[in-house]
């Protein structure tokens, strides 16, 4: 157990729980990878797809006893939530890019999670094992992205290392900071993406230079928030949230959590995203939200 948040403290959800991960990276480093189950092992996946594809990878739980700082306004206060992290594999004729890292693999080693006030973190399959699983290991992934830099986002991101670093360029800014490098363990977790190969954008950026996958700029959760727009030839277009909305809710009622760096940006971007989805037709995915996560397919099934 960890020393308490309180529900009505302003929070930057990067930094949740990580005072407990000192102790559990011990237990990690005794604990082997996690290795592909022969009895549900899938076939490797090609490294030429003819046509992209989208999988869907789950990368832990958030299980939230008062959801009271998800919106400034009080919307959820005394509510109690179950929510996904999901991360998302593209993979396109050109290259592989990741999109958000989730929670780190680390916490996979406490069975029963990790709790910290409001939250209990839970990790049931670790990132580097599900990808391995379908044969696309970090090492291999040529591009990397993120919505923003908070905790439930980086988690894993120094296992991208190797990759090409796509990322809005306040969003980077923020990331490498003076004050970010103050929270040592914080910053542990994605500091290598530091002398990664990197590409900023401003307002967006397509991955592949065919209007494939497109990240688009949507600040206000934090400085350099971004959104990623899948267009696949059977399943149309998908639109990914990032945390510009935790929940369904949120979407509809347009709620601000209490520790976005700017309101107003943040509900700029609202209308920015409601517009997008609107002009592409997009399939719009909160990445937090459960009933969402459990409409998709889940490697080494896709979209595609």
């Not at 990580?18 to 237990?27: F, H, T």
């Not at 789950?58 to 005394?78: H, K, L, P, T, W």
């Amino acid at each position: 157990m960890v020393p308490l948040l309180s529900p009505s403290r302003t929070i930057d959800m990067r930094f949740l729980i990580l005072p407990s991960l000192a102790a559990l990276a011990a237990a990690a480093c005794a604990k082997a990878p996690e290795a592909p189950a022969k009895e549900d092992a899938a076939p490797p996946i090609e490294r030429t797809v003819d046509a992209m594809r989208l999988y869907v990878m789950d990368c832990g739980r958030i299980d939230v006893s008062n959801m009271g700082v998800f919106d400034r306004g009080g919307a959820y206060e005394g509510q109690a939530r179950s929510m996904v992290d999901s991360c998302y594999l593209v993979r396109h004729p050109k290259g592989d890019l990741m999109w958000d890292a989730g929670m780190p693999d680390s916490i996979n080693a406490a069975p029963e999670g990790v709790v910290d006030g409001v939250f209990k973190i839970t990790v049931p399959k670790t990132l580097q094992g599900q990808l391995e699983r379908i044969g696309a290991p970090p090492a291999a992934i040529e591009f990397f992205s993120i919505s923003h830099s908070h905790f439930d986002h980086v988690g894993n991101a120094n296992l991208f290392k190797d990759a090409t670093f796509i990322v809005h360029e306040k969003e980077r800014e923020h990331m490498f900071r003076e004050e970010a490098r103050k929270d040592a363990q914080a910053f542990s977790g994605y500091a290598d993406l530091e002398a990664a190969k990197n590409t900023t954008f401003a307002d967006s950026y397509d991955v592949f230079g065919d209007g494939k996958a497109i990240i688009v700029a949507m600040p206000g959760h934090t400085p350099g928030h971004s959104v990623l727009l899948v267009n696949l030839e059977h399943s149309g277009p998908i639109l990914l949230s990032g945390d510009l909305y935790h929940l369904a809710a949120a979407r509809e009622n347009k709620t601000i959590p209490t520790f976005n760096t700017d309101a107003d940006e943040t509900l700029a971007s609202m209308e920015k995203f409601e517009q997008l989805a609107r002009d592409s037709g997009a399939r719009v995915i909160i990445q937090h939200e459960t009933a969402d996560f459990e409409n998709l397919p889940r490697a080494p099934a896709y979209l595609d």
